[in-house]
Each structure stands twice: as structure tokens, then as C-alpha cells.
């Protein structure tokens, strides 16, 4: 009778993906999509699917609960709390306005120029710059529809071509502050600065410097075109910040440069982690605003700005990590990912062919959901075990799939951050799109085969 699990976990996996296209909570479907396959795994064979040193309750129902248990307390101590706090920096600089300030001086530059076009490629340039330090898309877009989307228009290119590139400047996230790049080192057991510079970087920049090309010619061909039909909007306008000294701009880039100094690359005899150079630089600045402003109750007002984003973090992207990994579990434990392995080998299908073949789920996941980080969490995890079976290394599968669930995102009609840059052009969504699915899906095809050549 067990060997219909893998048949089960298939049918619960459609079932799953019927319900995500359908608008159902990612969180709940996961974590009730990995709850039916193992319920499943104990009627038709009372399986081992405890995870490594837990023990066994000697009721397996409970065991059940005790591995959501154990996936939710590893994940909020480790890669969980490294997001949330993560998320709550970024939130904090927002507040205080260095964000903002490190914006105005990236774009500034971009105004000198002539070239609509040229201007507009620099301005996808800055915004993958600063997604580094900025990495929420939605974030990210808002800022930059105030800095940067003012300067593109009026330079001579239309709201739409403008909107389209800010919609993809967090296509490819590749800094130790993203969730999905810390998702992705953790699995490899790598170095989050380590996978940044040997694996992410020469995956990205040939990534980049494609999509670039691509809108150049996209957007301007479309600009010719000039069919795309506006509605009589309002640019949106991101929320009040305050007026924060220029100098401020540091501080957002301040934990990486840390990160980068005191790590193998450079001072190796001292070792800083991302959440403790986050936190130092956070209380830093906390001590600067007080010095500054000698408004103490109002800076540490804004300093709580921290703690409370940490707890949105956990609500909406750790609880989908861990949602995403009980999922992973049962897919496991039904036996369909050996099978997914054994196939390949059958047939002769290496690490590449595994490599698109997990990317292709990932985008096609990301477009239909609009959101990259269920269809990422939920089979990076799965990433040791087929690098494993097959013989390769995890960091070649989880490169292009990470780079795939934030470039379908900026494909993709439902997703948060193309609805925004949408409103604020007073296009549809849909107008967005066909700006960009053609940069995106070069840019895909390009990390796979970049990765390939540098990685596999």
C-alpha cells in the first residue's frame, strides 16, 4: 500500500497548486498540503520522518506535530530570526530616512544624462545596487517611484517603460541581508559572503548585463509603439519620510561592508555574523539619532521600528519558510523525490537537466502566485537531497532557482510589486507585463546557462 504515496503526494501537490493560483493563503496550503501527506505516510505505513535527534513521542500522530515543532524552532533560531532581523533593519532605515538618502545619491547621477534609453539601463543598474541593501521589492519600488521615476520621465521615456524597469529592479537578489540568498547558503552550508562572491556574483552580473540589453530595446520599442492605455492617476507616493543629512546614506551599506571585511575574504582571524553586524550597526545608529536630534523619546520610538517589523517578518516570511519546509518533509517522506532522482539517472538526466527542471517548477509556481518566496522555500530544502543522488554540488541548484523566483515575480500580473509601479504609471498590470517578460525570461535563460558554465 505505501507505494502509492508518491501517487498521493502528486495529487496533493496539484491540489496544492490549484489552490495557490486560486488566491488561498500560501502559509495555510503548504502547511495543510505537508500535513495530508503525512497522515497519508502513517495510514499506509507508519514511516521514520522525525527529523534528525528528535525523539520519538511513542504516539505517531503526535510525531507528527513534534516535527512541525522542530522545523518551526530551527528555522526562527536560525536562517527565521537572520530574516527578521534583516527586515527589521531595513524598516528602521526607512524610518529614519538613510534609505531614502541612499536613493536620492544613487539616482543623482542618472539625471546628468542625455541618452532616455542609456538613462533608463542605469536606472535598473542602481535599483539591482540597491536592492543589496534594500532587499524588499515592494520596498525598493516605492522608494524608487519617488527618487527615480520622476528623473525617467522626464527625460523622454514613458510611464510605463519606467515603471516596468523600477517593477524589476529586485529581480535579482544576491546580498548576506536577502532572505532567499541566506536560504540558499544555509542549504549549501556555505558562507552567506562565500556563495555571494564564488556563486552568486558570476551567475548574476552576465544575468544583469542581459536584462539590462533587453529593456533597452524592449521599452524603446514599445515607447514607439505607444499603445499602452493610461488612466488619468496620480504617481504613487511613498510614505512621509523624514529629511535625513546625505551622510546617512552609509548606513544601509554599512553591515555588508562589515560582513565583507571581517569575513575569509579579508580579515579571517575575526568572524562577524549578519544578525550581530545588523544589530551593532542598528544600535550605532540609534546612538547617532540621539547625538543628532536630542529627542530621545522620539529615536527610541523609532528604534522600536525594529522589533516590531521583526515580528511582521516572522507572520509573513518565516512562518512561510517553515509552512514551506513541513511541505518539503512529506514530499520526502512519500518517496516521490527518489523517484524524481532515480528517474533522472535513468534516463541519463544529470545535475543540468535537474537543475532546469527545478527552476522550471520555481518560475512556473512564482508567475502563477506572484510571490517567489513559498515556490523557492519549498523545494530549496529538497536541493541536498537531489545534489546528493546525483552527484553534484547543492549551490548549482539553488543558484538559478533562487535568481527564478524573483525574476518570474516581476513577470507576473498578481504579483504586489507590479500592481504598485502599475497604479503609480496608471497602466494595468498586464501593460507592465509584456514590458517584461521578455528581459526576464533572457534573464533566466542566462542564469542557467551562466550557472552551468561557472558552477556546474
Request: proline residues 5%; hydrophobic residues 60%; positive net charge.
Amino acid at each position: 500500500m505505501y507505494a502509492l504515496m508518491p501517487w498521493i503526494a502528486v495529487i496533493v501537490t496539484a491540489l496544492a497548486g490549484w489552490a495557490l493560483i486560486k488566491r488561498y493563503s500560501t502559509h495555510m496550503v503548504l502547511l495543510f498540503a505537508g500535513l495530508a501527506i503525512l497522515l497519508c505516510a502513517v495510514v499506509l505505513g507508519d514511516p521514520n520522518f522525525l527529523p534528525k535527534g528528535v525523539k520519538p513521542s511513542g504516539f505517531v500522530l503526535f510525531d507528527i506535530f513534534n516535527t512541525l515543532k522542530s522545523i518551526a524552532t530551527k528555522q526562527s533560531a536560525g536562517i527565521g530570526f537572520l530574516i527578521m532581523t534583516a527586515g527589521g533593519f531595513a524598516t528602521y532605515m526607512d524610518r529614519i530616512g538613510a534609505a531614502k538618502a541612499l536613493v536620492d545619491i544613487a539616482v543623482k547621477p542618472l539625471s546628468m544624462l542625455r541618452a532616455p534609453y542609456l538613462v533608463l539601463v542605469g536606472g535598473y543598474f542602481v535599483g539591482q545596487i540597491l536592492v543589496m541593501v534594500i532587499p524588499s521589492a515592494a520596498g525598493l519600488a516605492m522608494l524608487l517611484l519617488v527618487a527615480l521615476f520622476p528623473i525617467l520621465k522626464a527625460v523622454g521615456t514613458s510611464a510605463a517603460a519606467a515603471a516596468a524597469v523600477i517593477g524589476t529592479s529586485a529581480g535579482v537578489t544576491f546580498a548576506p541581508t536577502a532572505g532567499t540568498a541566506n536560504l540558499a547558503a544555509q542549504v549549501g552550508s556555505l558562507d552567506p559572503v562565500i556563495y555571494l562572491v564564488q556563486y552568486q556574483l558570476p551567475v548574476a552580473v552576465p544575468t544583469l548585463i542581459v536584462i539590462a540589453a533587453a529593456h533597452y530595446f524592449v521599452q524603446r520599442f514599445y515607447d514607439k509603439k505607444n499603445d499602452d492605455v493610461y488612466t488619468d492617476v496620480s504617481a504613487a507616493k511613498a510614505a512621509d519620510q523624514p529629511a535625513a543629512p546625505k551622510w546617512y546614506a552609509v548606513f544601509p551599506i554599512l553591515p555588508i561592508a562589515l560582513l565583507i571585511i571581517f569575513s575569509k575574504l579579508v580579515v579571517a582571524s575575526i568572524k562577524l555574523d549578519t544578525v550581530s553586524a545588523l544589530f551593532m550597526v542598528w544600535i550605532g545608529v540609534v546612538i547617532i539619532e540621539i547625538i543628532r536630534s536630542r529627542d530621545v523619546k522620539k529615536v527610541f520610538k523609532d528604534g522600536l521600528a525594529m522589533f516590531q517589523s521583526m515580528g511582521k517578518m516572522f507572520a509573513g516570511i518565516v512562518a512561510l519558510i517553515i509552512c514551506a519546509e513541513f511541505f518539503a518533509t512529506g514530499l520526502k517522506v512519500s518517496g516521490l523525490i527518489d523517484i524524481l532522482i532515480n528517474s533522472a539517472q535513468g534516463v541519463g538526466a544529470g545535475m543540468g537537466a535537474m537543475t532546469v527542471i527545478l527552476t522550471a517548477i520555481v518560475s512556473i509556481v512564482t508567475f502563477l502566485t506572484g510571490s517567489g518566496v513559498g515556490a523557492y522555500s519549498s523545494f530549496a530544502t529538497l536541493a541536498p537531497d537531489v545534489a546528493a543522488g546525483l552527484g553534484g554540488s547543492v549551490a548549482e541548484l539553488v543558484t538559478p532557482m533562487q535568481f527564478a523566483s524573483g525574476l518570474l515575480r516581476a513577470m507576473s500580473p498578481v504579483a504586489g510589486v507590479i500592481i504598485a509601479v502599475a497604479g503609480a504609471a496608471g497602466v494595468s498590470p498586464m501593460a507592465i507585463v509584456r514590458r517584461t517578460w521578455i528581459p526576464m525570461i533572457l534573464g533566466i535563460i542566462t542564469a542557467i546557462i551562466a550557472n552551468e558554465i561557472f558552477i556546474g
